[in-house]
């Protein structure tokens, strides 16, 4: 029908999201069957931070940007210092790079091609 | 004596002389001299593709009656772009300077380096 | 009618071109006339350019010649077996893109409208546009090598004049000025080649120049230069570095068309590299290297994007690793396209990485316009500085989602749609590419979602949140339709639109040849 063959698989997303619908119609299902007095509003939905009540002013609650992924930035620490000081953001360094991307095509392409 | 080889080795020098100008240079100014040098070496690169030895202007009007041999013309009309090209370029780049030196005081390439990483 | 089809591929160039001379003119009206020009404008030339790819691909997708001013002018099309017009050439490759191209800049404009609203300067900012998008078409259209050059050079000027627009911002200005010294030396890496092809065969028209082309080692010159010159304009790495600046700096509505123009530059490449340059250069050797700078691009791009601070530097970094997935789709399909057999999944790799241009267009065009969105909300572009955002602006949360979830590579959208078929096409070549793409993806999906939680999640904004108007949510739900869309149904665009592009490359260059050729015929 309608899909993508890739000579080695296929992939039907109309099948697929037919898949995930019924598997959401599932877990609903299962979903339904918990506790009837559970009411969203009222004390049994308010937020608690490590047994604290949750603070006035929430400025400071929100998680910034670059403290997401500090683990995995932390642990490529070598990668990303030898890798950012390359993006220097002087114009010489990328003329440099283009020139230097220029000379290496040639020579792969005189000697290979 | 014919004139050889020597306008292509000068079209190559001038792009040479403007790379080492882009790379070595620190102010924009001279940067932008040195794109406007390889865009002259270019233009006489191309020039020099049509020229044919003791050719004259390839212009029919008025030729002399046994036409001797004429230079290519469509290389002088893609070096006449170029040149026109070359100019607009130019002009972007100097207003570009102009506005960098009013925000950041300086034109040292090395200073202007906000946007890195 | 017919009349319009006939012309249609000037028409693509000439209409935005009249509208940028026009544009400044009628501005002085006021606004309302000039926004219902440039509108009237952009939508006649989406719907002629999906006219002609729609009258294209119906007829069978047979590559075909426009020539400029036609027999009427009296000079024949070829002298001495050299054509000495200059030539569109409609190929199945040209058609694709330049829907791509319509989609993008249609949106983009709808887009620069509502931005544009409360600030006075558009009407110049317009212009430059309409120049840009008449510059891109042209890139795509052209079957000459210098007409090609000319048009490369419009959009560098029109692009560098839009990043650095905003001439209060010091950042824009300098982003202007890299932007332009790199495009400029590329132009000229370009035009040397050009030149060098002239000298040493008279001729300036692709398909003639296919036909005669060499192996000497001036031809291997050529193809260097031309090849890393425009593999600078598409943004591939180590040349990259000018790509964040100039998404990251240009105006929400702009940088979605840059993509646009990057990609362009993109389909030179592939232009150059299987239809110019087929009899130069082993095909393997060349597959090779497009593949090693596709690797690169696509890990240096993901893993630059997840150190970002800056919303659209993110997606900007995103935006530069996916042309390397394009890079490597097509380069494993040329890769094994020298072989005395080329087995099929080398064509499948090259249907991937062509879909993959439209899915990201569509994908990085919803993320930037999202971007835009958000950063005239939360007033700053920091992410460490932003957050809340849901709670008041809930369909550009639901459009930044779809554009995220579907760059990386998530089913059931289009990216994963056009990532499958990369995957299991380069595994075929080398398991090690596939590996690389398929982590490169991951990383992409994490990349949106430190973007997505910085931005939307988190508590209610102290200051006021301005939600984004009508005219910015209408550009962005016609991109996120089309993203559903086509991952719903990929089977369908892959058949009709993909394939006749794929073929197109994968089939060699005679077809286009003997178009041009054949003219004297």
Known sequence: MNGLQSGFGAWNPIAWTLLFLGVLVIALLVRSRGRRDYKRGTGQTRVFLSGNEEPEERGGLHVRGDNLYWGMIDGLAAYYRRVRALHTGVLSDYVAWLVGALALMFVILVLVG | MSIGNFPFVVAALLIVLGLYALLFKRNLIKMVIGISLIETGVNLFLVMAGYRTGGMAPIYTLAPTPIRDMVLPTPQALTLTSIVIGLATTALLLSFAVFIHRHYGTLDIQEIKELNG | ?521
């Open chain 3, 1 to 521: 009618m017919n009349a319009l089809l006939v012309h249609a591929p000037v028409l693509l160039v000439a209409v935005p071109l009249l509208g940028a001379f026009a544009v400044p003119i009628l501005g002085k009206l006021g606004r309302g006339v000039r926004d219902a020009f440039v509108g009237l404008i952009i939508a006649a030339t989406a719907a002629l350019a999906g006219l002609l790819a729609a009258n294209f691909f119906a007829a069978g997708a047979v590559p075909f010649v426009y020539q400029l001013g036609g027999q009427s002018v009296g000079i024949p099309l070829l002298s001495g077996g050299i054509p000495i017009r200059i030539l569109f050439e409609i190929d199945g490759l040209s058609a694709f893109m330049a829907l791509i191209t319509a989609l993008i800049t249609l949106t983009g404009a709808v887009f620069s409208f509502s931005y544009w609203r409360n600030r006075s300067g558009g009407t110049l900012y317009f212009s430059l546009f309409l120049l840009l998008t008449a510059g891109i078409f042209g890139m795509e259209l052209t079957g000459d090598l210098f007409n090609f050059f000319v048009f490369l050079e419009i959009t560098s000027i029109a692009a560098c004049g839009l990043i650095g627009f905003r001439v209060w911002l010091r950042r824009s200005q300098e982003a202007g000025f890299k932007v332009m010294a790199l495009y400029t030396l590329s132009g000229l890496f370009v035009l040397l080649a050009i030149g060098l092809l002239y000298s040493e065969y008279g001729g300036l028209n692709i398909g003639y120049l296919a036909s005669t082309i060499g192996t000497g080692i001036l031809d291997k010159v050529a193809l260097g230069l031309l090849l890393t010159g425009l593999a600078m304009k598409a943004g591939a790495v180590p040349l990259h570095m000018w790509a964040p600046d100039a998404y990251g700096e240009a105006p929400a509505p702009m940088s979605a068309v840059l993509v646009a123009n990057s990609q362009a530059s993109l389909y030179a490449v592939f232009r150059i590299v299987f239809t110019l340059f087929s009899a130069t250069v082993s095909a393997t050797a060349l597959g090779w290297i497009l593949i090693v700078l596709a690797l690169l691009t696509i890990f240096v791009g993901v893993t630059m994007a997840l150190v970002q601070s800056d919303i659209k530097r993110l997606v900007a970094y995103g935006a530069v690793s996916q042309i390397g997935y394009m890079l490597l789709g097509v380069g494993v399909g040329l890769a094994v396209s020298a072989q005395a057999a080329p087995p099929a999944y080398g064509f499948v790799a090259i249907q991937g990485g062509l879909f993959h241009m439209l899915n990201d267009a569509a994908c990085v065009g919803l993320l930037f316009f999202a971007s835009g969105a958000v950063i005239r909300a939360a007033g700053t572009r920091d992410l460490n500085r932003m957050g809340g955002l849901a709670h008041h602006m809930k369909w550009t949360t639901v459009f930044f989602a779809i554009g995220a979830f579907a760059l990386a590579g998530v089913p059931p959208f289009n990216g994963f749609a056009s990532k499958f078929l990369i995957y299991e096409a380069s595994f075929q070549l080398s398991p090690f590419l596939s590996i690389v793409a398929i982590l490169s993806s991951i990383l992409l999906l994490a990349v949106f979602v430190k973007g997505f939680q910085a931005a939307f999640l988190g508590p209610r904004p102290s200051q006021p949140v301005e939600k984004a108007p009508v005219g910015m949510l209408v550009p962005m739900a016609v991109l996120a339709v089309f993203v559903i869309g086509l991952g719903l149904f990929p089977g369908f665009f892959v058949d009709h639109i993909v394939t006749p592009a794929a073929k197109a490359l994968w089939d060699g260059p005679a077809a286009y040849i003997t178009t041009v050729i054949g003219l004297g015929g």
